[in-house]
């Protein structure tokens, strides 16, 4: 994909999905293999006003390994 259309993308989520309204906190759960999609969400919620914006970067292979040897 385009850098113009994962921006549009972004946006997409925010103004529709996340909704932000000033002074607002966002978590947002994410994988790492998405770091500059993130990061171009987390800048558009702080444009909308957002106040604080969290991320829980999660990593699914660790996630795996910790299912399988925890049973």
Do not use: H, N
């Amino acid at each position: 994909m385009d850098q113009q259309r994962i921006a549009e993308y972004a946006k997409l989520i925010v103004k529709m999905g996340l909704r932000p309204v000033p002074g607002q906190e966002v978590m947002i759960m994410a994988g790492l293999d998405q770091i500059e999609f993130v990061r171009m969400v987390v800048e558009m919620c702080y444009q909308e006003g957002a106040s604080k914006v969290q991320v829980d970067w999660q990593d699914m292979p660790l996630a795996k390994l910790a299912q399988i040897y925890q049973t």
